[in-house]
């Protein structure tokens, strides 16, 4: 089962009871409302008077939930996981220390190309020639040692947005970037209690390296999976909505990446699920029971 999203954007009082999320809003024009802790995956915390309490949120962390705080310019700024996710935790920490330099470059390799890979499916939706990053993905050596994820990036980017928006890519640049990054931050939250569900460390990468950053893995593991945030975006824009403030409508929308379609083998699932395949076959990977990780291809259809 999908776990659910909840979004405050309004002062709210929140608080558990009965093992339940019991949220009380301060306008008194809504009754207050309860929601099961076990169905919530997420939870984001987006008002300055929003308050809640600490068996709250102890029992969202007992329960595997993210919740992910935001600033008063309404972007993510903090996240809350729980220290133990999974019964086998210890030995697969062990696991995911000792893991080799090639085994980790191979799998920097397959997480590669399989990013490429789907930018490329959502280059051939929008009629845009790709075959180079057929190419690309095609080619990537162990540890991507080419960078040929950086000549992808380098195109995709510079053609994947209508030509008069002149985009570029940088995180603190004109919209639609505010779009993409509110996008990839939900999406990393994902990845990261996904990570902490099979018992791996989000701190330690295969790739990523920064010392101030607590979730180099998950940084690693959510590229292939930042396309389905840029298709998104892509039908904001063909919608004709107005895009230079983070509305609580675009919100919604963004908010909805948990639940999109992903693709493994012919079989589709909601993203979230999906997520937990992707983790659980990395900690397979670490344990030495198998050699690839699970990355869903994107089929755009519609």
């Known amino acids: 089962m999908i776990k659910r999203t909840l979004y405050f954007g ?4 929140l608080s558990k009871k009965d093992k ?4 009380k809003f301060s306008d008194g ?11 919530i ?27 992910i705080t935001c600033s008063e310019t309404h972007h993510p700024t ?7 996710g999974h019964t086998q935790q210890s030995e697969r920490f062990a696991a995911q220390i000792e893991a080799s330099v090639p085994l980790k470059k191979q799998l920097w390799q397959q997480t590669i190309e399989a990013k490429i890979y789907n930018q490329h499916i959502v280059l051939k939706k929008l009629g845009i020639q790709s075959e180079n990053m057929i190419y690309w993905s095609n080619n990537v050596k162990s540890g991507d040692s ?12 510079g053609n994947v947005f209508p030509a008069e928006l002149n985009f570029r890519r940088e995180r603190g640049g004109a919209p639609p970037n505010n779009l993409l990054n509110y996008g990839y931050a939900i999406l990393r939250a994902i990845v990261a209690r996904s990570l902490v569900s099979s018992g791996l460390l989000p701190t330690l990468s295969i790739h990523h390296h920064n010392k101030y950053n607590a979730y180099c893995l998950a940084d ?10 840029d298709r998104i975006v892509l039908e904001i824009i063909h919608n004709g909505e107005d895009y230079e403030e983070l509305t609580p409508s675009l919100k919604k929308q963004l908010l909805a990446i948990a639940a999109v379609d992903v693709e493994f083998d012919g079989e589709t699932s909601p993203l979230m699920v999906g997520m937990s395949r992707t983790t ?5 990977c670490y344990e030495g029971q198998a050699r690839k990780i699970i990355y869903p291809t994107m089929v755009w259809t519609d």
């Open 78 to 84: 903090g996240l809350l996981m729980p220290l133990d």
């Open 20 to 23: 339940q999320l019991v949220i």
């Open 10 to 13: 309004n002062p709210a009082y």
């Open 220 to 229: 690693d593991i959510m590229e292939p999976y930042r396309p389905f945030v």
């Open 29 to 39: 024009e809504r009754e207050d409302t309860r929601v099961p802790i076990e169905d």
């Open 280 to 284: 659980a076959s990395l900690a397979r």
């Open 146 to 157: 080419e960078n040929h994820e950086a000549r992808a990036a380098a195109y995709y980017w």
């Open 41 to 67: 995956g997420i939870v984001v915390l987006d008002h300055q008077q929003i308050t809640i309490s600490h068996g709250a949120l102890m029992e969202l962390t007992r329960h595997n939930a993210a919740v």
